[in-house]
């Protein structure tokens, strides 16, 4: 059974940094492309980046390039997403999945970020 259970969100101000964690079970991790997704208030969750599953082959949006990083621990099956000068458009709830990832797959709770102005 696949769990994927997001944590490390919070609230922050503008320009503060956040690292998000995902605990991965229930399918061979070592071999998944990851990825993180958000959905923002009032808009569709959308991709945000993702990482091969050797860790190479990173994609990001162009919106966070540069301020966020992903890596993972297959060791741990974990993803982490590492968020730095954060905006208020930054706030959402992220999930992280599988690459790519649809709709009618499972999608854990997912952590609430929020960026103050």
């Known amino acids: 059974q696949v769990q994927l259970v997001e944590s490390g969100g919070g609230l922050v101000q503008a320009g503060g940094s956040l690292t998000l964690s995902c605990a991965a079970s229930?399918?061979?991790?070592?071999?998944?492309?990851m990825g993180w997704y958000r959905r923002a208030p009032g808009k569709e969750r959308e991709f945000v980046a993702a990482?091969?599953?050797?860790?190479?082959?990173?994609h990001y949006v162009d919106p966070i390039k540069g301020r966020f990083t992903i890596s993972r621990d297959n060791a741990k099956n974990m993803v982490y997403l590492q968020m730095s000068s954060l905006k208020p458009e930054d706030t959402a709830v992220y999930y992280c999945?599988?690459?790519?990832?649809?709709?009618?797959?499972?999608w854990g709770q997912g952590t609430q970020v929020t960026v103050s102005s």
């Open positions: 999945n599988v690459h790519p990832a649809y709709s009618y797959f499972y």
């Open positions: 229930g399918f061979t991790f070592s071999t998944a492309v």
């Open positions: 990482m091969g599953h050797t860790g190479g082959s990173v």
